[in-house]
């Protein structure tokens, strides 16, 4: 049976958020993290798109950044780092990933950060994210 290639992406963004949680704390080598991972018991995960966040995300950080930081009411550094790895993921998404319609980026970081954020963190990611959305993805948003 071949699993739901949706849910394995699901599952991929789970561990990249947890990945990236470590990575943020760690400042750890990404390659060192995904060995790490791989040694789990990890089924059903989409581990090439898991790969792909955990190494991106990293390389495109500061440019991700600039999208956050004029939309975020503190300074980067006091985020929660589940927020601030769930709205990477995102953003990184809704920028560099135009075959994930931008409703499925949003709603995926939110459902991140109602599992392992705070407990209304999730209506700051949607807030942040939803103007991401309106800035790279105005045309889809408007097709809708």
């Known amino acids: ?3 739901n290639p949706r849910h394995a992406r699901t599952k991929a ?3 990249a958020l ?3 949680y470590q990575w943020q704390l760690t400042a750890q080598d ?3 993290i995904e060995r790490q991972f791989k040694e789990e018991d990890l089924q059903n995960v989409d581990f090439d798109y898991f790969h792909i966040l955990l190494h991106e995300i990293p390389k495109h950080v ?3 950044n600039d999208y956050l930081i004029p939309l975020i009411d503190r300074p980067l550094k006091e985020l929660d780092p589940v927020e601030l790895a769930a709205m ?3 953003i990184y998404e809704l920028c560099h990933c135009p075959d994930v319609p931008y409703r499925v980026a949003i709603n995926e970081a939110v459902e991140l950060a109602k599992r392992f954020g ?3 963190s999730h209506k700051y990611v949607n807030g942040v994210l939803d103007k991401v959305a309106q800035q790279v993805r105005a045309e889809e948003m408007q097709a809708k």
């Open 1 to 3: 049976m071949n699993p």
């Open 88 to 90: 990477r993921i995102g």
């Open 13 to 15: 963004r789970r561990a």
């Open 30 to 32: 990404p390659v060192d």
């Open 62 to 64: 500061s440019g991700l």
């Open 118 to 120: 705070a407990e209304q």
């Open 18 to 20: 947890q990945a990236l």
